[in-house]
Every structure is written in structure tokens, then in C-alpha cells.
């Protein structure tokens, strides 16, 4: 059995691990302890000053405010594998690093399938290719279209946090997220190279791929090189794109048919850095994608032409135009983290259960036509389908468009940030506001909205309250008054039948 050591961390408590490599990543070796709640990681080598002061700032002040010092540091603690200490052992200088949750190790998978294997790490790479998740990730493995989007919400919002705390990541890609597409969740790692200001970042070139063209056009140069693009929250914007648009649609939006050179190195240099053109381009067709040179395991993801990123709906549509059409060679164009959380929750909103029983995706996104079907298998959808359009008062009594819809299935709920545009779905929601506030059924051949605690609830349509534990028919044109307070919804339904 291998050896135990002992050491006294930077914060002065013991730390106890044994002396065997359980993992190697890039730069560091990855050490158990004793007791299986957290992992030592040393760096091969020496740490030099620069280092050595951004990595303490990353376990202690960075640490103390988004973790300790707010009320929702609880929160981030699930989505991020945060350092909490360092260490030095034989000349070298380690970090102490949470053990991951289960959730990101593969488990259930059986015994006979030849790829993925029980305990394996779920890096976030087996689920961003059609070639990968087809080929090796077992069905009952691969989440849902939902599940995705919550994912890539999870990861949004973190990213959204450590920018407000003025960090960003220097490596931000699919080999630095742990996912689990059955809970829909998401941990951020590798959080000790996040680049902290006044310090210089880590010698990092990041991943092919998630590299800003900005950043990829000065990659020789020497960290301390004024011409030299670093690492920033902007170069963070363009990562987190690619992730999102990967994770969705398992496709690079920039891998298309193009061969910029025979050069194999020099090709990814200019089809990811100055000669960056997004595959979908409205009207640039250079790097469109040949369908002919895809292998069958690539298929239907990768040709966008049978899956395009249309069908990640509006809200998403736009800031991928604004990722990589207005912002691929200007920064300053680029969505926020921010933004992407914000159109990530409404278009949760917008999706709507695949009728097929056996469709692998098992959600859509809504398209707002009057014959809906799910993009993913082609089944249409039968029946009665109720929208809620959302609709706000800046001043009392005129209601304004928030082009914001909910869709309504079976079982579906409502919360409080449907019923108030003052409360937001994040992390700092209370447990209250996290309470359903109305539940939607199909019932005695129509639908209807059960009030569950609205006090304020009106049908407008009618002229009359709706007291909780009572419901309102969904029928189509009827107007629904939510909250009367400030920030209160009205809703307006529209039916499509089929």
C-alpha cells in the first residue's frame, strides 16, 4: 500500500493524502486522500512567482467572496472544483481541490459496452461531437435536448460570476467542464488557471478550438509580450459560445468544408484564428459544411442543413449570430456570460416534449409555426398546443410585449418569475420563489391553468379572480392577469391546433 504523507497547507490545516499518481493532467500530478473528499494536485514544475501570488489570491481572497462572504456561496460550490488551499511537497506546489460529485463519473453503464467504462471522469468532450456521442456514449448516457440546455445554463452562469469577481478563465473548453447530461448539470475545473488582474496569466496556448482568433493569432509570442493577446474575460465570451453551440448541437460552428492549407497545423491556425468564418454564415458560404465528406456517425448533427442552429430557437439564434458573425474578429460584439444565461432560461421556456416515444432528444425547441414538429426525429406535434405570451407594465395599466412565451405541456408548472419580471431564476432565487405558483393539465378534453398561490390572479378575458386552488381553461386570445404588483405579468394564450 502506498505511503501516507502529511503536510501542513497555506492556511495552516493538515492535509493528507497517499503517496501514489491517481491522475495526470497537462501540468500536474493528481494525488487521493486519505479520506476520498478532496485530491492534491502538484505541478510537475518548479512554480514561479508570478504563479505562486495568483494562485493564492484564487484560494484565498477570490475564494472568500464568491464562497464565504455571500449568502449563495453554497451554490457555486456545485459549479465550480474550486482550490481551497496549497501545499509544498518535495520542491513543488500543490493545490487541494474538492472531489468531484458523483454525478460527473460514469456509472450504470453495462459491463459489455467497448468504450466508456463505470468511474470514468464525464468530461465534457464525449458529449460535443456527433462522432463521439454517436459512436461511443451509450443511449441511456445521453441526456436530452433539455438537459443540454440546462447544462450549458449551468456553465453561463458561472462564468457569469467569476467575471463579475473580475477573473476569467484562460482555458475555458469541453476538456474543463465535467457534465452530466441525465441531471442536466455542470462543474467548471481547472479553476487554478483562471487569470487573475495585475497578474500575468499562466503559459497556457488552451484548447484547439475554444481559442479566440484574437488570442490564436499571437500564440508565439512570449507571455510578457506587449503585442501578445492574453487571455480575458472577452476571450472567456468566445470559448463560452463554442461550448454552448458544441453541447447543443454536437458540431464546431467552425469546422467546416474550407481547407485553408495543406498544412495541417497552419489549416486549425487559419480556420480558427484570422481566417475564422462561421459555418452557417447568412451569406458567406465559404466554409459551409460538404455533407458528402462526413462519415455515417457524424450524421444528422453534423450537417446543418438537417439540423441548423435555428432550432436552438430565437433567443439562442441571436447571440450565436452576434458570437460568430459580429463578434468571431471583434471582441467587443460578443455576447456576456450574462446574456447567455438570460437567453438560455427563456428558451428552457420554449421547449416542448417530442410525442415520439423513442426520439433520443425527447425535447424541442418551439418554432412559432403552425405545424410544429420536432427537428431531431420529424414527429409532429397532434393536438391542442397552448403559448403563454408574457406581457408587462413599465407604468400601470399598459402592458408592453416582453417577447418572452412559456410553453404549456402536461404537468407543466409556473413560478414566480413567470408571474413577476422582478424575481430572476438564478442563484440567488429563495426557496420561496422557488415554490410552483400554478400547474398546467390537460383535463375533460381542454387545458387549464390550476392556481396554486396567486393571490392576485384575474382572468381579464372573463372579468373575474381566480382563488387558489381554482383553474382557468387555456383557450385561445384569453387574457390572464398573473400579479397586480409591480412587475405582475398578464399573459396572453395562443392555441395552435393540429
Known amino acids: 500500500m502506498a505511503n501516507k504523507v502529511t503536510l501542513t497547507a497555506s492556511d495552516g490545516s493538515t492535509v493528507e493524502f497517499y503517496d501514489e499518481i491517481k491522475a495526470q493532467g497537462g501540468v500536474k500530478d493528481v494525488y487521493f486522500s486519505t479520506d476520498k473528499t478532496y485530491v492534491v494536485a502538484f505541478y510537475r514544475k518548479p512554480t514561479n512567482a508570478n504563479d505562486k501570488a495568483r494562485l493564492e489570491n484564487i484560494v484565498g481572497i477570490y475564494r472568500e467572496k464568491i464562497f464565504i462572504q455571500n449568502s449563495d456561496g453554497g451554490y457555486w460550490k456545485d459549479i465550480f472544483a474550486w482550490p481551497t488551499k496549497m501545499v509544498e511537497w518535495k520542491g513543488l506546489t500543490g493545490i487541494v481541490i474538492p472531489f468531484y460529485d458523483k454525478r460527473y463519473f460514469f456509472s450504470g453503464v453495462a459491463d459489455t459496452w467497448p468504450f466508456i467504462k463505470n468511474g470514468q471522469e464525464k468530461n465534457g ?5 456527433a462522432k463521439l456521442i454517436n459512436r461511443f456514449v451509450p443511449i441511456d448516457q445521453k441526456g436530452t435536448f433539455l438537459s443540454r440546455l440546462h447544462m450549458c445554463l449551468k456553465i453561463a452562469r458561472g462564468m457569469r460570476r467569476i467575471h463579475a469577481a473580475g477573473l476569467a478563465h484562460s482555458d475555458l473548453s469541453y476538456n474543463n467542464v465535467l457534465v452530466d447530461p441525465l441531471s442536466g448539470s455542470a462543474c467548471i475545473i481547472d479553476d487554478d488557471g483562471l487569470v487573475v488582474p495585475g497578474k500575468f496569466p499562466p503559459e497556457v496556448v488552451g484548447t484547439p478550438g475554444f ?110 449570430d452576434r458570437a460568430f458573425i459580429d463578434g468571431l474578429h471583434n471582441p467587443s460584439a460578443r455576447p456576456t456570460a450574462q446574456e447567455w444565461e438570460v437567453a438560455l432560461v427563456k428558451t428552457c ?15 424541442y425547441v418551439f418554432d412559432n ?117 409591480q412587475g405582475g405579468r398578464l399573459v396572453v394564450v395562443q392555441l395552435v391546433k393540429n
Open 349 to 363: 421556456d420554449l421547449v416542448q416534449p417530442c410525442q415520439n416515444p423513442i426520439c433520443e432528444a425527447h425535447w
Open 369 to 485: 409555426t403552425t405545424k410544429p414538429k420536432c427537428p431531431f426525429c420529424g414527429q409532429e406535434y397532434k393536438g391542442q398546443l397552448p403559448i403563454l405570451n408574457f406581457y408587462y407594465a413599465p407604468s400601470h395599466g399598459k402592458y408592453m410585449s416582453e417577447n418572452y412565451r412559456l410553453m404549456v405541456y402536461d404537468k407543466q408548472t409556473l413560478y414566480k418569475w413567470h408571474s413577476n419580471n422582478l424575481v430572476s431564476a438564478n442563484e440567488k432565487t429563495s426557496a420561496e420563489d422557488k415554490k410552483p405558483v400554478g400547474d398546467f393539465h390537460f383535463h375533460n378534453g381542454q387545458w387549464i391553468l390550476i392556481n396554486r398561490r396567486l393571490p392576485d390572479m384575474y382572468d381579464v378575458t372573463e372579468k373575474k379572480p381566480i382563488a387558489i386552488g381554482r383553474f382557468v381553461p387555456l383557450t385561445d386570445g384569453r387574457q390572464i392577469l398573473l400579479d397586480k404588483g
Open 125 to 129: 468532450k464525449w458529449f460535443s461531437s
Open 211 to 320: 481559442i479566440a482568433p484574437e488570442v490564436l493569432a499571437t500564440k508565439t509570442l512570449k507571455v510578457d509580450d506587449p503585442k501578445k493577446n492574453l487571455p480575458k474575460r472577452t476571450t472567456d465570451q468566445h470559448a463560452l459560445a463554442v461550448l454552448i453551440y458544441t453541447f447543443l448541437l454536437n458540431r464546431h460552428p467552425l469546422d467546416g468544408g474550407k481547407v485553408w492549407d495543406i498544412d495541417p497545423q497552419k489549416d486549425d491556425d487559419m480556420r480558427y484564428g484570422s481566417n475564422a468564418i462561421f459555418i452557417e454564415h447568412p451569406t458567406d458560404k465559404t466554409n459551409r459544411v460538404k455533407p458528402d465528406q462526413l462519415g455515417k456517425a457524424e450524421l444528422p448533427q453534423g450537417d446543418p442543413n438537417r439540423l441548423p442552429y435555428t432550432i436552438c430557437g430565437p433567443y439562442l439564434k441571436k447571440l450565436f
